[in-house]
């Protein structure tokens, strides 16, 4: 059974991030809670699954070319970065609405020691990125015969 913890505080900071992306596209003022430094400017859905021989990451990542994605592994922790670029349009008669989230993403996972960090292959098709993670063969323990002398 999974704990599922309640943070209220949690939405309202969401609604903070919201409210501070479109104050910037607006020319408005950097947020008291914005110091400039964030990591990510919005943070793309995943999927994770485990299969018998590995484990599949799918994240949704439409509108991001595969040469603005970076993978890397260290330590146990595989890390997803990349960035979406923003469709540049003047249009000084019409109202324009933006609801795609651009900028740059930023995820982290820890991955179990049975994943074999040396084999991982990652491709992009349709908007979703996969990246596969092999498992590493399980040693079997075998039983060792003690011969009297």
């Avoid at 595969?66 to 990349?82: F, K, P, R, V, Y």
């Avoid at 003047?90 to 996972?109: I, M, Q, V």
Wanted: aromatic share 8%.
């Amino acid at each position: 059974m999974n704990i599922a913890r309640f943070e209220p505080w949690s939405l309202f900071n969401l609604l903070q991030r919201d409210l501070d992306q479109l104050s910037a596209r607006r020319g408005g003022f950097p947020s008291a809670f914005d110091n400039g430094n964030s990591v990510a400017d919005y943070v793309p859905a995943v999927d994770v699954v485990e299969e018998d021989d590995r484990f599949v990451l799918r994240a949704d990542l439409p509108g991001v070319d595969a040469n603005d994605i970076s993978i890397s592994m260290e330590d146990g922790t595989l890390s997803l970065a990349g960035e979406r670029h923003t469709e540049k349009t003047e249009n000084a008669d019409g109202l324009h609405r933006f609801e795609r989230t651009s900028g740059k993403f930023f995820r982290r996972f820890s991955l179990p020691e049975s994943a074999d960090s040396e084999n991982i292959s990652a491709k992009t098709a349709n908007g979703i990125l996969e990246v596969s993670i092999p498992k590493k063969p399980q040693v079997q323990s075998r039983r060792i015969t003690v011969q009297a002398a």
